[in-house]
C-alpha cells in the first residue's frame, strides 16, 4: 500500500468515486502504519584502526546496513566510544557515512574530535533526504591521525521516517 497523492482539483457538483473513497482509505492506512525500514547493530567487540588518513569501513560486514525504502527520507545515527591509541597522547578522529558508497560529509566526516583524553564519546545523527525507493546500503567509516580503538557497545542504526 502506498501514499497516494490527494485530488484536489474538485469542482462544484462533483460526485465522489469508488476510486476517490478507496485512495483516501489507502492514504489513511499509509499514515496509521507508517513505513517501518529500520536496521540497527551494536557492536560486541572492541575494533582497532591502526593509522588511517583515508575514510574506510569501521566493519565493512556488521557496520554496513542495508534497508529497502518506499522512497523519501531516513534518519542515520552512530554512538560509541573512541580511544587513542597506546603512547599517543592525542589523536584526530573522524566519522562519516556512506550511503550506496557515497559518503555524506565532508573532508572531516560528519563529525571529528580530538581525542585527548584517554576515553572520549563521539555521536552524530544526520538526515538523508530524497532517497529513491529501493535498497541502500549505509557503511559507518572512518580516519584517524593515529591509531584509535572504538570499544563494544558502540550503537549504528538508520531508519526511514
Known amino acids: 500500500m502506498a501514499w497516494t497523492t ?3 482539483d474538485w469542482n462544484t457538483g462533483e460526485l465522489v468515486t469508488a476510486a476517490d473513497i478507496n485512495a483516501i482509505g489507502e492514504n489513511l492506512a499509509v ?3 507508517p513505513s517501518t525500514a529500520v536496521a540497527a547493530y551494536t557492536t560486541a567487540e572492541d575494533i582497532n584502526n591502526p593509522t588511517n588518513n583515508v575514510f574506510t569501513d569501521v566493519d565493512s560486514i556488521n ?3 542495508t534497508i529497502t525504502t518506499n522512497g523519501g527520507d ?3 545515527h552512530f ?3 573512541v580511544q587513542r591509541g597506546d603512547g ?3 589523536t584526530e578522529n573522524s566519522f562519516d557515512v556512506a550511503v550506496d558508497g557515497n559518503r555524506q560529509g565532508s573532508e572531516d ?3 571529528r574530535t580530538h581525542v585527548q583524553i584517554p576515553r572520549l564519546n563521539q555521536s552524530f545523527t544526520r538526515l538523508i533526504q530524497n532517497l529513491s525507493a529501493g535498497p541502500h546500503t549505509f557503511s559507518l567509516q572512518w580516519k584517524n591521525g593515529r591509531s584509535v580503538r572504538l570499544f563494544a ?3 549504528f542504526w538508520v531508519r526511514e521516517i
Open 109 to 111: 566526516g560528519l563529525t
Open 31 to 33: 499514515l496509521r502504519h
Open 153 to 155: 557497545g558502540a550503537q
Open 6 to 8: 490527494p485530488k484536489t
Open 74 to 76: 531516513v534518519l542515520v
Open 79 to 81: 554512538d560509541g566510544v
Open 88 to 90: 599517543h597522547n592525542n
Open 63 to 65: 557496520l554496513s546496513l
